[in-house]
C-alpha cells in the first residue's frame, strides 16, 4: 500500500506561483511513475503531467507545457509540481497519484494505483 499527501496548495494571483508537494510513504519499492491530475468544479478530472521514477522522464499537457515542472526526490519519496504563471484556469484541487507499473508515458488515470486526498489551488485575478 501506499499512502500519498499532497501539500502546497492555497491562494495565488494570477501570474503568481506555487510549489505543490506529494510525500509518498509505506511502499517504496517498484514505484514506476507518478503524476499530477486536478479536478476544477463542474469539470472532470484532468492529467496536467507525469514523470518515471527512474528516468525522470516528464511528460505534460499542452496547458501547462512551460509553465509547470514537475521534478522528484527518490530519496525523500516526493513528487513536486512547481506550477509558475498561473492563471484562473489553474484553479483546481490537485492530486498526486502512483503508478507500479512500467511504461514510457504516462498520461491515463487507469495508468495510477494510488491517489492523494488533494490539494486545492485557487487562483484570483
Known amino acids: 500500500q501506499v499512502q500519498l499527501v499532497e501539500s502546497g496548495g492555497g491562494l495565488v494571483q494570477a501570474g503568481g506561483s506555487l510549489r505543490l508537494s506529494c510525500a509518498a510513504s509505506?511502499?517504496?519499492?517498484?514505484?514506476?511513475?507518478m503524476g499530477w491530475f486536478r479536478q476544477a468544479p463542474g469539470k472532470e478530472r484532468e492529467f496536467v503531467g507525469s514523470i518515471t521514477w527512474i528516468g525522470g522522464s516528464t511528460h505534460y499537457t499542452d496547458s501547462v507545457k512551460g509553465r509547470f515542472t514537475i521534478s522528484r526526490d527518490n530519496a525523500k519519496n516526493t513528487l513536486y509540481l512547481q506550477m509558475n504563471s498561473l492563471k484562473t484556469e489553474d484553479m483546481a484541487v490537485y492530486y498526486c497519484?502512483?503508478?507500479?507499473?512500467?511504461?514510457?508515458?504516462?498520461?491515463?488515470?487507469?495508468?495510477?494505483?494510488?491517489w492523494g486526498q488533494g490539494t486545492q489551488v485557487t487562483v484570483s485575478s
Open positions: 497519484a502512483e503508478s507500479p507499473y512500467y511504461s514510457a508515458i504516462y498520461y491515463r488515470e487507469s495508468q495510477f494505483k494510488s
Open positions: 509505506g511502499r517504496t519499492f517498484g514505484r514506476a511513475g
